[in-house]
């Protein structure tokens, strides 16, 4: 029998490839030989309670001990108790949800699906530039055609893509004080010239994440609220890079004064990188049947153990405070980068997710200094960072676990000021 290589995604760091990381401690990561690396990226963007916070550990070794999985057909109150705690603390329009999801990308299509059956529409408005999985489906409402040339089934008929609101690399070439926000106005010509007549919903990242940590300017959530709600259009927030006090808020749509219908949740919902995710709505849109949506391991208990533990600490601690207030603070230092690097053309972002948009001279993207930036930072500065793969490839991430304090995001802001620096000397 021929053996086939098991192939392992590989990060753009090499110092992150080998398997040599034995053990997380808060927002760090440590080697085998002692070497102590921040994590500057949380992850996958799903730590913010960091690797091992133990309110965390706790629920889950205490429900793993209970019992780790029930069938569906079992009542338990595990999860229509997580389910009230996570909708008591959701916007006020926000009153039903749905708990059968493990990912993202899952939960999305769920919204979707929600979107479709209670209106009887098709079409799902998405932006260039967004990520909402990997799924077939959600590869093919996301804004990226690499994702989904080798995947025929990746290209939905009832898929609708429009600009995205990123005004450093305005789609209309625009600039931000004169455009009158055409990424919003143009909507209208999308519907009456690309669309079958029936749309059914448009999905929005409040910042997105992927395509470069793009953050709409001020009125876009309003002015996309007024558009949906004058063409009877349902709004889904992908919270799930957004989500879970990301930004100072347990919810960005909040941030950003914005009242979607359907919200999806994943990657920091579960605190420690537990899997779990979930789907919040209105009432009026609770209509889908058990069959309609679900999985084996939906709603289990040990996920579900450490969603409650997580939003407890979120919600009785000082974390959202501090990350509000030091996420101001993460701002400035990285808007001083900007001032020091030629190489930085934007800094942008809310809390505790920030972007540096790597630019040449011209203004167009560097995607391999981004990539030096973060292998030098990794391999020489104990930062682990990320970049922005379906984007322009040219954003570095910056991106701590919420419980960063003030001295850790000053260690990793002249951390990857050393590594950008680096960069610049070697040309
Ligand atoms: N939506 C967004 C905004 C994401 O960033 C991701 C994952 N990167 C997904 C959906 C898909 O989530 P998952 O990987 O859990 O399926």
Not at 221 to 231: H, P, R, T
Not at 281 to 305: C, I, K, M, Q, W
Not at 317 to 329: C, S
Request: hydrophobic share 40%.
């Amino acid at each position: 029998m021929s053996r086939v290589a098991l192939k392992v995604l590989s990060d753009s760091s090499p110092a992150l490839n080998a398997p040599q990381f034995i053990r997380g401690e808060g927002i760090h990561l440590i080697r085998d030989d002692g070497a102590v690396f921040v994590d500057a990226a949380s992850g996958t963007f799903n730590l913010p309670l960091g690797y091992n916070h133990p309110e965390i550990v706790e629920a889950v070794v205490e429900q793993v001990r209970r019992y780790s999985h029930l069938s569906s057909t079992i009542r338990t109150d595990r999860g229509p108790n997580a389910l009230d705690e996570l909708i008591e603390q959701a916007p006020s329009n926000i009153q039903a949800g749905w708990f059968r999801d493990l990912t993202g990308s899952t939960a999305n299509e769920c919204a979707v699906k929600i979107a479709q059956k209670s209106s009887g529409k098709t079409d799902i408005l998405s932006l260039f530039l967004s990520h909402h999985g990997q799924t077939q489906f959600t590869t093919a409402i996301s804004g990226n055609s690499f994702r989904r040339k080798q995947f025929p089934d990746a290209l939905s008929p009832h898929s609708i893509k429009m600009p995205a609101p990123y005004c450093h690399r305005c789609f209309f070439n625009a600039t931000p004080s004169s455009c009158g926000m055409m990424c919003v106005e143009k909507i209208g010509d999308f519907l009456e010239h690309a669309s079958s007549g029936s749309v059914a919903c448009m999905i929005v990242e409040p910042i997105l994440g992927n395509g470069g940590n793009i953050v709409p300017p001020p009125g876009y959530f309003q002015a996309i609220s007024k558009l949906c709600a004058e063409n009877d259009i349902l709004m889904i927030a992908d919270e799930v890079q957004t989500g879970m006090g990301r930004t100072g808020h347990l919810f960005a749509s909040e941030a950003f004064d914005w009242k979607p219908n359907i919200i999806t949740l994943a990657k920091g919902l579960g605190g420690i990188g537990i899997p779990v995710a979930a789907v919040l709505y209105e009432a009026r849109l609770d209509v889908l049947d058990s069959h309609d949506h679900s999985f084996t391991s939906g709603a289990n208990p040990v996920a579900l153990a450490a969603m409650t533990a997580t939003l407890k600490v979120l919600r009785s601690g000082e974390v959202l405070a501090d990350v509000r207030r030091n996420g101001v603070k993460l701002g400035a230092l990285l808007g001083a980068l900007k001032e020091k690097h030629r190489s930085i053309g934007d800094v942008r972002g809310l809390g505790y997710m920030w972007g540096l948009e790597i630019d040449k001279p011209d203004g167009s993207p560097d995607v391999s200094r981004t990539e030096a930036i973060i292998k030098a930072a990794a391999a020489s500065h104990n930062l682990i960072l990320r970049g922005s793969r379906y984007g322009f490839g040219n954003v570095v991430k910056v991106r701590p676990p919420l419980i960063a304090t003030e001295g850790d995001l000053e260690t990793i802001v002249t951390r990857l000021s050393r590594a950008i620096t680096d960069v610049e000397r070697a040309g």
